[in-house]
């Protein structure tokens, strides 16, 4: 099977400017998280959908937002952009289903994203 | 909420010498803990992952790691270095408070020397 993908792989947005990023799942997973990687606050969660709802949140400023498709590829979104918004964003999916407890992550090449 | 420790920011080892990155859970019942491995301008490729069916879990490329109840702790081992094995090593949680959330340790940067 083919893993998670990415894209774009590279961004480079200037302050003040949106961004949108994808994300294909493996097939058949159904659940699509995202995460945030900088160097000074580590990997952190953002949120979480399945069956195109949102499910979890991270503590994030509303200007980050997503959305899942119904063949459960996804979009992640951040308006408005900071400069400490610099960062390698990394989605992971899951073939978790509702109800069922812990499941295994797989994650994409991340997408970098450079705020100037 | 759950939590992961890494005990060690870097470690050094030399090629062909045993590998040994420490991690120590916060939990208030049997987690679910992987290990994680992530390559320079990669993404997090897992390496094992334990959900209680048994202490000892083989993981790929020769690492295993250990449960341990008593101690809390859930160390990543391989018996010997390889020079492909330099990387950064995320202990990690999955916090069920949080749904499907991952609680990640700061990582382990190891470095093997020739």
């Known amino acids: 099977k083919a893993g998670v993908t990415q894209t774009p792989r590279y961004l480079i947005k200037t302050r003040g400017q949106q961004v949108t990023l994808s994300c294909s799942p493996i097939?058949?997973?159904?659940?699509v998280s995202w995460y945030q990687q900088t160097p000074g606050q580590g990997l952190q969660f953002l949120f979480e959908?399945?069956?195109?709802?949102?499910?979890n949140k991270g503590n994030f400023p509303g200007r980050f937002s997503g959305r899942q498709f119904s063949n459960s590829r996804s979009e992640m979104n951040v308006s408005t952009l900071e400069l400490g918004d610099s960062a390698l964003y990394l989605c992971?999916?899951?073939?978790?289903?509702?109800?069922?407890?812990?499941?295994?992550?797989?994650f994409g090449p991340g997408t970098r994203l450079t705020v100037l | 909420a759950q939590s992961v420790t890494q005990l060690d920011s870097h470690v050094s080892v030399s090629e062909g010498t045993p590998v040994l990155l420490r991690c120590n859970y916060s939990s208030s019942y049997s987690p679910s803990l992987f290990w994680y491995v992530q390559h320079p301008n990669k993404g997090l490729q897992l390496l094992l992952k334990?959900?209680?069916?048994?202490?000892l879990v083989k993981g790929i490329n020769g690492f295993e790691a250990e449960f341990k109840k008593s101690e809390t702790s859930f160390h990543l081992t391989k018996p010997s270095a390889h020079m492909s094995d330099a990387a950064e090593y995320f202990c990690?949680?999955?916090?069920?408070?949080?749904?499907?959330?991952?609680?990640f340790g700061k990582g382990t940067s190891l470095l093997v020397t020739p």
């Open positions: 992971a999916s899951s073939p978790r289903t509702s109800g069922v407890a812990a499941d295994t992550q797989y």
């Open positions: 334990y959900t209680s069916a048994a202490t």
């Open positions: 959908y399945f069956s195109e709802t949102q499910r």
């Open positions: 990690v949680v999955l916090n069920s408070n949080s749904g499907y959330a991952l609680n």
């Open positions: 097939s058949g997973h159904r659940s």
